[in-house]
């Protein structure tokens, strides 16, 4: 007689002898272990060195020490150095921070792929650089081997299935056993699960098969065929379930007259939608069981009025064709309809975005701008909610036209006055008096002035010498700018609508490069760049019911002032405003005034006698100049429907 310990040294020395073939072909699979993939960089290295015979500037040897240069400038100062064909990915923005002494071209190129993860692709003689993108991981899949033990003593069978194939199953029963376990065709792909220990082979298939709803037949000749389970055992498990779930005592029922009346609490769905259609002699088909409970209270209700109500806040529906009524969950292909929802007085731009979450559960929908609707798939009862949802905000949009009056005003005043004396060729007296003083008087004029004024009491003023001469200044000038536009604007309610009016001037812009080799030299790159002044001018109505409109405005305005070069970019001047108004329908409102004031005086004359009043006029001129521009938008909306 065995005892415990022998019977336990069999089952381990059984185990021993299962697992050892499969010992035995780990080596045998490890040689068959595919090559770790090729050095990616020896590879392009490799692609270098070949294309180098016909492109001699990647042997070429430099000397480079670049610091925060852009990849694309470097790349590209290095092949106009080396002449290579080169192009750099537009979204590579690298910037390289190192120094090459002495080292070839394919070098740098390969150290550029490795530091910087970049890879190379070839198109002929021309390089491109790209960004290295690894290739997938491939998973390696372990194929489980079922755990079947049989004690080498009793034959019996101790079963370990976790998810296990039934074929895998049924070829190690039959190789273990040496009795031919078969299946039937449709059970391809079926998996197991079930523990058994110490048991024959016949009950161990038994309840393997109990457990995975299966069924086994043992045949002549030590045959066992495994099928799908009895249906019998589920018909009687649906028998008993309707038992269980059959109508409560008080439900109430009457059809006498074809409609319906019921007066149900707590009752099952599915056995009352039964009794119904029994009652009334209705055909339906169910694609789903109707599960939960239902209180309902009818009267004189049609049987698709009796079906929505039931129904309603459940995972079900139901569709009617030829006289059949086909119940079952809302996602079954064949209780769903498809509907184009068109819309009369708005775009379906967003709409779909509009939808509830909860009316959109199970229906997709999906906008289709060239009829203007949305089709809709899905359940007919949320397909319903949903139209009348689109329904209810299908209405007219207004649209408000816009007026913009916009004025910019400058005025300008400069005043020059004074006195300009000097010696020199005598001029001849010329000027004007009106409409403002600016006289040259040569010696003669100034003499016979004088002489005008001697004799009146002690006075002697003498005479001036023949070269000299005076100008006389009174100058006063004023002018005045006013420029006027009126565009405008027209824009459904909610939406925004823009305008700019601008221009746009050109400046010179001048890189250096040095690229150090074999022989160093300066590449220069002259770019003109765009710089944009201009007025532009952003508003979103919003229309309320009683027709006030209110306004969300942005204006900005920018101008030029002098170059600082001919070359340089000019400068720019700019104001801007924001504000959010309300106004009346066809009101105007006036968001104005963008003001800008300068005052300059300037002066000029004889030290110190320039500066005394009365004296600084005779021994001086004097300049003031005084400009304002002012900047004003009126804005006025009209409601259109």
């Known amino acids: 007689m065995l005892t415990h310990s022998d019977n336990s040294f069999h089952f381990l020395w059984r185990r021993f002898f299962l697992w050892l073939p499969l010992l035995l072909l780990i080596p045998l699979f490890a040689g068959f272990a595919p090559d770790p993939p090729e050095d990616r960089l020896k590879v392009l290295e490799d692609k270098l060195k070949a294309l180098s015979a016909q492109v001699p500037g990647l042997n070429n040897s430099v000397d480079l020490a670049v610091n925060g240069v852009p990849i694309q400038e470097f790349v590209r100062g290095l092949a106009v150095a080396n002449n290579l064909n080169v192009s750099v990915e537009p979204s590579l923005d690298t ?8 080292v070839k071209v394919i070098d740098v190129f390969i150290f550029l792929c490795s530091r910087y993860e970049l890879d190379l692709k070839f198109i002929g003689n021309i390089i491109v ?9 491939v998973q390696t899949v372990t194929r489980r081997m079922p755990i079947i033990i049989q004690n080498a003593v009793s034959k019996n069978l101790t079963l370990d299935l976790k998810n296990d194939s039934l074929s895998l199953v049924a070829r190690e029963l039959t190789r273990i056993t040496g009795s031919n376990v078969v299946f039937a065709p449709d059970l391809t792909g079926k998996m197991l699960n079930g523990y058994i220990t110490e048991q024959p082979l016949a009950q161990a298939l038994e ?3 109990f457990a995975n709803e299966l069924k086994i037949t043992a045949a002549a000749d030590n045959y066992f065929m495994i099928e799908r389970g009895n249906t019998n055992t ?21 059809t006498d007259n074809g409609l319906i009346s019921v007066e149900a609490a707590a009752a099952p769905i599915g056995e009352l939608v039964h009794a119904v259609s029994a009652a009334l002699k209705l055909q339906y088909f169910l694609f789903s069981d109707l599960k939960g409970n239902t209180t309902v209270s009818l009267r004189d209700a049609t049987f698709d009025q009796f079906l929505s109500n039931v129904l309603n806040a459940t995972d079900y529906t139901y569709r009617k064709k030829d006289g059949v009524y086909f119940i079952g969950d809302r996602n079954i292909e064949g209780l769903r309809i498809t509907k184009l929802v068109q819309m009369k007085y708005r775009t379906v731009d967003k709409v779909v975005d509009y939808i509830p979450a909860d009316l959109k559960k199970g229906v997709d929908a999906k906008a289709f701008p060239d009829l203007n609707g949305i089709i809709l798939s899905g359940s007919e009862p949320r397909i319903q909610e949903i139209e009348s949802f689109l329904r209810e905000i299908d209405r007219v949009v ?26 020199g060729r005598p001029p001849a007296n010329q000027g004007s008096i009106t409409p403002g003083v600016d006289v040259t008087l040569n010696s003669d004029a100034i003499n016979a002035l004088i002489s005008g004024i001697n004799g009146f009491g002690v006075l002697n003023l003498g005479f001036v010498a023949p070269s000299f001469y005076a100008r006389l200044t009174a100058l006063e000038t004023q002018g005045m700018l006013k420029i006027r536009s009126t565009p405008k604007l027209a824009t459904l309610n909610g939406s925004e609508a823009k305008m700019s009016i601008g221009r746009t001037e050109y400046y010179l812009e001048q890189t250096n490069n040095l690229v150090t080799g074999q022989t160093p030299q300066f590449i220069s790159t002259n770019v003109f760049k765009p710089i944009t002044a201009d007025f532009s001018l952003s508003i979103t109505p919003m229309v309320s019911g009683d027709e006030q409109v209110t306004l969300a405005i942005s204006v900005k305005q920018s101008s030029f ?26 009101e105007m409102v006036l968001l104005g005034g963008l003001e800008e004031s300068n005052i300059n005086e300037a002066g000029s004359g004889t030290p110190f006698l320039s500066r005394i009043p009365g004296l600084k006029w005779l021994f001086g001129s004097r300049s003031r100049s005084k400009s304002r521009t002012k900047l004003s938008v009126l804005v006025r909306p009209t409601v259109i429907y």
């Not at 910037?95 to 002495?102: A, C, E, I, T, V």
């Not at 028998?239 to 109430?252: E, F, H, Q, S, V």
């Not at 207004?398 to 006055?417: C, F, G, H, R």
Request: charged letters at 15%.
């Open 95 to 102: 910037k390289l921070y190192d120094n090459f002494s002495g």
């Open 398 to 423: 207004p649209m408000v036209l816009v007026e913009v009056i916009i004025m910019d005003v400058s005025n300008t005043s400069t005043v020059a006055a004074g006195i300009q004396t000097g010696i």
């Open 129 to 137: 650089f790209v960004k290295y993108t690894p290739p997938p991981v």
């Open 561 to 586: 002032t002098q170059r600082v070069s001919e070359t340089g970019p000019p400068g720019t001047t700019q104001r801007s405003f924001e504000s959010v108004v309300r106004v009346k329908n066809e």
């Open 207 to 209: 309840k393997i098969a």
């Open 234 to 254: 589920a018909q009687q498990q649906q028998n008993g379930r309707n038992k269980n779930n059959a109508l409560p005592p008080n439900t109430l029922l009457n």
